[in-house]
């Protein structure tokens, strides 16, 4: 049973650091690109940043320059270092593994950018 679990969502001020991260478990991680998506209230959820098995990255434009996403394979946890936050990044984080069976998601980890 595939289970991925967020942490280190806060409350931060605008042009603080955060970092998330995202431990998986019951699958094989690293031959899985690991994505992650974040969703504000009233928006679609929406792809923040990808890391392939190979280590290539790709970033929305909206975070491009402030997010790294980066992964530790013996670990089985992708990370979100995050940077010059601002409030429009408040949202709800979540990592997304997908499989031949499915795709799978964590139960998120809220991030609040506000003075």
């Known amino acids: 049973q595939v289970q991925l679990v967020e942490s280190g969502g806060g409350l931060v001020q605008p042009g603080g650091s955060l970092r998330v991260s995202c431990a998986a478990s019951?699958?094989?991680?690293?031959?899985?690109?690991m994505n992650w998506y974040r969703q504000a209230p009233g928006n679609q959820r929406e792809l923040v940043a990808t890391?392939?098995?190979?280590?290539?990255?790709n970033y929305a434009d909206s975070v491009k320059g402030r997010f790294t996403i980066s992964r530790d394979n013996a670990k089985r946890t992708v990370y979100l270092q995050m940077n010059s936050l601002k409030p429009e990044d408040t949202a709800v984080y979540y990592c997304?593994?997908?499989?031949?069976?499915?795709?799978?998601w964590g139960q998120g980890t809220q991030v609040t950018v506000s003075s």
């Open positions: 997304n593994l997908n499989r031949g069976d499915g795709a799978y």
């Open positions: 890391i392939t098995p190979g280590g290539i990255r």
């Open positions: 019951g699958t094989i991680f690293s031959i899985y690109t």
